[in-house]
């Protein structure tokens, strides 16, 4: 038995130095460790053997068993060194072979409109706050000077959630957050999404809306005049034309509506504005006093001026989109086009 196992260690230090690679080496591991391998069956003939004898061969079993797995254990780090070291090779990235074409993104067109009339307010002082876009009726339209029963409502055709939560039809609440929050002075613009029960090609149930606020001593109609020409003419350029007409909202008191000479035909009249040579922009007013009082500032002491504007309908006008709609779908093909 003895010579046996003497045997088997032998062999297997002549087996192992013909090993060439990862699976020759698994096949010599079952051969001579595994479950049905050399020595477990050397372990089971030593029932045959004198039980004096038995413990010196059982050690000198497991000495040759651990002399083979040590083997095997070194072997199979050299192994996986070397496949590691061609993977790599393989791997080698040519830094000097030319590149795909790949896309380059970029602004959704709505989004660089935010962007232009963001940073034009943003250089006038003005501080960017945003607010909830599923608002409380009381700041949608309650604070607002638009009480539950107001004829005024039905401007605004809205999606409830509940009789007191609504998709916010437009970023006046955020004026409302914000002086309830502060006292003046205050000066911000609040840009964000808007929705209404509409649909059709100068309709979208989802819009986007820029907000204006400034309240403080002594604002007047000539400030909104004056900071609102400087703003649309550095939108739209030196020599274009404001115009102002007057409207009606119930949180402005006057309101007026403003427009702008249109910036496709210079005001000389084209199918964009309809012949008229204006483009209709924003609504806009001095803060109805109401308004001032139900968030907590004094209107005997302060006064203040707001503006709103839809941006979807102002980027159909500056990129020449002929659908609403089309800035929705967002097909790439279309997105291609107004870059
Ligand atoms: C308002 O929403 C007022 N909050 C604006 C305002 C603010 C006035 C502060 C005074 C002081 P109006 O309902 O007119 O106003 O909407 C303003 C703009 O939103 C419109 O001129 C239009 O450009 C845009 N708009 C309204 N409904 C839609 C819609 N369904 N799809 C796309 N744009 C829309």
């Known amino acids: 038995m003895k010579n046996k196992i003497l045997e088997i260690k032998e062999n297997s230090q002549k087996e192992i130095k013909?090993?060439?690679?990862?699976e020759q080496l698994n096949l010599f591991r079952i051969k001579y460790t595994g479950k049905s391998g050399l020595l477990t069956e050397v372990m089971r003939g030593m029932r045959d053997v004198p039980k004096e004898e038995r413990p010196m061969l059982g050690s000198l079993v497991n000495e040759v068993r651990t002399?083979?797995?040590?083997e095997i254990e070194n072997l199979e780090t050299k192994f996986n060194e070397i496949e590691l070291n061609k993977k790599l090779a393989n791997e080698k990235i040519d830094i000097t072979a030319?590149?795909?074409?790949?896309?380059?993104?970029?602004?959704?067109?709505?989004?660089?409109?935010?962007?232009?009339?963001?940073?034009?307010?943003?250089?006038?002082?003005?501080?960017?706050?945003?607010?909830?876009?599923?608002?409380?009726?009381?700041?949608?339209?309650?604070?607002?000077?638009?009480?539950?029963?107001?004829?005024?409502?039905?401007?605004?055709?809205?999606?409830?959630?509940?009789?007191?939560?609504v998709l916010r039809t437009h970023t006046s609440p955020v004026q409302a957050r914000v002086m309830e929050k502060r006292q003046p002075p205050i000066k911000i613009?609040?840009?964000?999404?808007?929705?209404?029960?509409?649909?059709?090609?100068?309709?979208?149930?989802?819009?986007?809306?820029?907000?204006?606020?400034?309240v403080d001593k002594n604002i007047s109609l000539l400030d909104l005049k004056m900071m609102l020409t400087k703003l649309l003419k550095i939108l739209f350029?030196?020599?274009?034309?404001?115009?102002?007409?007057?409207?009606?909202?119930?949180?402005?008191?006057?309101?007026?509506?403003?427009?702008?000479?249109?910036?496709?035909?210079?005001?000389?009249?084209?199918?964009?504005?309809?012949?008229t040579g204006w483009m209709e922009l924003m609504g806009a007013?001095?803060?109805?006093?109401?308004?001032?009082?139900n968030c907590g500032i004094d209107p005997k002491e302060y006064s203040g001026f707001a503006f709103g504007q839809g941006i979807d309908r102002l980027t159909m006008v500056m990129d020449k989109i002929p659908d609403m709609r089309m800035m929705f779908e967002n097909d790439i093909r279309f997105l291609k086009q107004v870059k």
């Open 98 to 165: 030319p590149s795909k074409n790949s896309e380059t993104g970029t602004f959704h067109p709505i989004q660089r409109t935010f962007n232009k009339l963001i940073d034009a307010c943003v250089e006038m002082g003005f501080e960017v706050v945003t607010g909830p876009e599923v608002e409380l009726d009381k700041y949608n339209f309650e604070m607002l000077n638009v009480p539950k029963d107001h004829p005024a409502r039905d401007m605004q055709d809205t999606f409830y959630i509940t009789e007191d939560i």
């Open 189 to 214: 613009i609040s840009p964000g999404r808007t929705y209404r029960v509409d649909n059709d090609a100068t309709h979208s149930p989802v819009f986007h809306q820029i907000e204006g606020l400034v």
């Open 18 to 22: 013909q090993i060439e690679n990862l």
């Open 237 to 275: 350029g030196e020599n274009t034309k404001v115009r102002f007409r007057p409207s009606y909202f119930p949180f402005t008191e006057p309101s007026v509506e403003v427009d702008v000479s249109c910036p496709n035909c210079n005001g000389e009249g084209c199918n964009l504005c309809k012949k």
């Open 67 to 70: 002399f083979i797995e040590s």
């Open 285 to 293: 007013g001095i803060v109805n006093p109401k308004v001032l009082e």
